[in-house]
């Protein structure tokens, strides 16, 4: 008799089972679309065009994160570009630790994403330009000279790139801070 009614409700368990999951599943893809802010536009969010803006963040157990999730032991740095003028020349000194650059676009997807390992020199130099923009760069470059700049295509005119080094050690945090302070962005 129990056995009659749990074969009786076990379709109907299963088909409310497939049905949350698609509900889930479905929600979950729309989120993206239907949030109201990007990490993108909250970088950038009052950061200049073409310059680098160091984000204030305190050591790890400080209250002072600049933006929700943020890692403590990283020092941040953004640069919001805009290439309707012309590429855009991201230079960023290396240190011993670890440092990444992250080109985002303005719906807050990943463009590009490098690390130091990709530096010259102990500098990333990155021209950020748009796919026009590269091929009058490559028209203008010499023969006989290799090119000393990572050339990054961008599909859009505008994005973020965010700069982030380690600090291991809370002492180590003013120099990465000065570190990123040198860095530049600037139009080329």
């Known amino acids: 008799m129990i056995r009659d009614r749990l074969f009786r409700l076990l ?6 089972l497939a049905i949350a999951g698609i509900v889930h599943l479905v929600i979950i893809l729309l989120v993206p679309a239907v949030a109201g ?12 065009a073409n310059r680098l803006e160091l984000l204030a963040g305190g050591p790890p ?5 600049p933006f929700p999730f943020a890692d403590p032991a990283m020092v941040t740095a953004v640069c919001r570009f805009d290439l309707s003028e012309g590429p855009v020349r991201l230079r960023v000194p290396t240190a011993d630790g ?13 463009q590009h994403a490098l690390t130091d390992r990709a530096a010259t020199r102990r500098q990333l130099a990155i021209v950020l330009a748009t796919p026009q923009q590269l ?3 490559e028209s203008l470059d010499p023969d006989d000279q290799p090119v000393q700049d990572l050339r990054l295509r961008a599909s859009h005119p505008g994005g973020v790139a965010v700069i982030r080094s380690l600090a291991q050690r809370d002492a180590e945090r003013p120099a990465i801070q000065a570190l ?9």
């Open 11 to 16: 379709p109907f368990l299963l088909g409310s």
């Open 135 to 137: 091929r009058q760069l």
């Open 61 to 65: 157990g400080s209250s002072e994160l």
């Open 98 to 110: 670890f440092l990444s650059v992250v080109v985002l676009r303005p719906d807050g997807r990943v």
């Open 37 to 48: 802010s990007t990490a993108a536009a909250r970088l950038s969010a009052g950061a200049p």
């Open 180 to 188: 990123l302070g040198r860095a530049s962005c600037q139009q080329d």
